[in-house]
Structure formats: C-alpha cells, structure tokens
C-alpha cells in the first residue's frame, strides 16, 4: 500500500489534512487589525497552515 501522508515539505492540495479551527482562527485575524505569530517545535505544521491560509 502506498503512504498516503508526504512529508519534509510544505503540504497543500489533498496532502493537507485538517486544521479546519485553526483556519477559521486565522481567518478572523487576517480580518481583523491583529498580528499572527505562531509558535510550536519545528515540524509542526505552522508553514503548512499558513500557506493553506493565504492560498
Ligand atoms: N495540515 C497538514 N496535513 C498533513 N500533514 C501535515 C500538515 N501540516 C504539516 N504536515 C506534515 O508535517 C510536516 C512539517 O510541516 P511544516 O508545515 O513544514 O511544519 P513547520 O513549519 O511547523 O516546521 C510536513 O512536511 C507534513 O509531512
Ligand atoms: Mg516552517
């Protein structure tokens, strides 16, 4: 069977999973006069997320 997960890039399209909260979060703040920073260990998705937010 094939790994239907790809990793060590930025995933998009049908690789990106979930975050459907956190895209509503990012939302609201993009719409609004606050920053955005995100923090979390590396390999966590933050580059993934954003990207997805911004397409
Ligand atoms: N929303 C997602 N759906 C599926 N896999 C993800 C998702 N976000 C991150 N990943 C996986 O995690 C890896 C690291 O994501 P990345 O966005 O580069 O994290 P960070 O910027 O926090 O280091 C990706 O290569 C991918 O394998
Ligand atoms: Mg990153």
Redesign the pocket.
Known sequence: MNNP???????DGD?????REELLQIERMLNSDNHIILI?P????????MQYAIS
């Open positions: 997960f790809k990793f060590g890039s930025i995933v690789f990106f999973t979930d975050r979390s590396r390999r966590f998705g933050k580059s993934s997320l």
